[in-house]
């Protein structure tokens, strides 16, 4: 999982949307197997496990293209109250696919330059 | 660049190939196997999956391997695309849901 993590230089996008439910109902939604797959089937997961949860927080999903080359990806949605009683769901969607590593031999050094320098 | 990459998925042999591909790198002739296709004909259509950076090659000694090109801009952008669309639908159907649950 920590490769995810450090997955910063990928592309990711991100969406805001205002939903017409209160929280606790929207989390259900997002969380529980049984909705979630009603409007985010699990084909398009990698796992239907999630990656994390954070109760009425965050939750992330690893995702998978169904085309090829199957490209892997990571999906976070955060929820938090709204004004109106309703729920703004915030969703961050970023490839995480470990071939789109570049050069990994270099950034796994990046923070010790000078270690290695002989006398 | 998204035509490039229309075109050149667009014939089945080179998707054939790119999917071949897309399961694992392998060199051209480990490609052939079990495909009605001749060497230059092979040659042709990896070139055509090279240009539009579907694929790219790494020479290993005296072979070469293909394997997909996850980094190509185009391959990126194609993704981008498709969940740029894919994300507004999903989220109008978990509004259609979310008015069907109970409280």
Same mark, same amino acid.
């Given at each position: 999982?920590?490769?995810?993590?450090?997955?910063? +230089?990928?592309?990711?996008?991100?969406?805001?949307?205002?939903?017409?439910?209160?929280?606790?109902?929207?989390?259900?939604?997002?969380?529980?197997?049984?909705?979630?797959?009603?409007?985010?089937?699990?084909?398009?997961?990698?796992?239907?496990?999630?990656?994390?949860?954070?109760?009425?927080?965050?939750?992330?999903?690893?995702?998978?293209?169904?085309?090829?080359?199957?490209?892997?990806?990571?999906?976070?949605?955060?929820?938090?109250?709204?004004?109106?009683?309703?729920?703004?769901?915030?969703?961050? +969607?970023?490839?995480?696919?470990?071939?789109?590593?570049?050069?990994?031999?270099?950034?796994?050094?990046?923070?010790?330059?000078?270690?290695?320098?002989?006398? | 660049?998204?035509?490039?990459?229309?075109?050149?998925?667009?014939?089945?042999?080179?998707?054939?190939?790119?999917?071949?591909?897309?399961?694992?790198?392998?060199?051209?002739?480990?490609?052939?196997?079990?495909?009605?296709?001749?060497?230059?004909?092979?040659?042709?259509?990896?070139?055509?999956?090279?240009?539009?950076?579907?694929?790219?090659?790494?020479?290993?000694?005296?072979?070469?391997?293909?394997?997909?090109?996850?980094?190509?801009?185009?391959?990126?952008?194609?993704?981008?695309?498709?969940?740029?669309?894919?994300?507004?639908?999903?989220?109008?159907?978990?509004?259609?849901?979310?008015?069907?649950?109970?409280?």
């Amino acid at each position: 999982m920590s490769n995810i993590d450090a997955e910063q +230089h990928t592309e990711q996008m991100v969406f805001d949307y205002e939903l017409d439910a209160p929280l606790e109902k929207v989390w259900r939604a997002l969380s529980i197997p049984a909705f979630r797959e009603k409007w985010l089937p699990g084909v398009g997961l990698a796992d239907p496990e999630p990656l994390s949860s954070a109760p009425c927080e965050e939750i992330r999903y690893r995702m998978r293209d169904g085309e090829p080359p199957f490209l892997e990806s990571v999906v976070t949605f955060q929820v938090t109250p709204n004004a109106d009683g309703g729920t703004r769901l915030r969703i961050i +969607h970023g490839l995480a696919d470990a071939r789109l590593a570049r050069d990994p031999p270099k950034a796994a050094n990046s923070n010790l330059p000078c270690l290695m320098r002989a006398a | 660049m998204e035509t490039d990459i229309f075109k050149a998925l667009a014939d089945p042999t080179r998707r054939a190939i790119f999917e071949k591909l897309a399961g694992g790198g392998m060199n051209a002739s480990a490609l052939r196997d079990g495909m009605e296709i001749s060497q230059p004909a092979m040659s042709q259509h990896l070139g055509v999956l090279r240009n539009a950076r579907l694929v790219r090659e790494q020479r290993q000694g005296r072979f070469v391997n293909y394997e997909v090109d996850p980094q190509g801009l185009a391959l990126i952008a194609r993704w981008l695309t498709k969940y740029r669309a894919y994300w507004p639908a999903r989220v109008d159907t978990l509004k259609a849901l979310l008015k069907d649950m109970d409280q």
